[in-house]
């Protein structure tokens, strides 16, 4: 059984950093590329940033460039989400995801984890 857990999520100032983990289980976890995406209240569920399986190559959106960095460690099953200068709008809920395919698709994702609040006030 398959199982992401994130954790790290939690109310800052804008500004402020947080890092987000998410350990896996049930999964060759070094064969997945690895995806964290993000879903504020009223909206869609939107890609943030991802990793390839192997060589860590990464991939994030342009509104989180410099301010965000996703990297893994395969020896601990986890990939993280280092987020720093944290504005207003990063405030969601931010979901990881694992799947065989590098891509900034969701529907590429196989598996999800539960989700973690993110919230920067302003």
């Known amino acids: 059984q398959v199982q992401l857990v994130e954790s790290g999520g939690g109310l800052v100032q804008a500004g402020g950093s947080l890092r987000l983990s998410c350990s896996a289980s049930?999964?060759?976890?070094?064969?997945?590329?690895m995806g964290w995406f993000r879903q504020a209240p009223g909206k869609e569920r939107v890609f943030v940033a991802a990793?390839?399986?192997?060589?860590?190559?990464?991939i994030c959106i342009d509104s989180v460039k410099g301010r965000f960095t996703i990297s893994r460690d395969n020896a601990k099953n986890t990939v993280y989400l280092q987020m720093n200068s944290l504005k207003p709008e990063d405030t969601a809920v931010y979901y990881c995801?694992?799947?065989?395919?590098?891509?900034?698709?969701?529907?590429?994702?196989?598996?999800w984890g539960q989700g973690t609040q993110v919230t920067a006030s302003s």
């Open positions: 990793i390839t399986a192997s060589d860590g190559s990464t």
């Open positions: 049930g999964l060759t976890f070094s064969n997945y590329a």
């Open positions: 995801a694992a799947g065989r395919v590098y891509s900034a698709l969701a529907r590429t994702y196989e598996y």
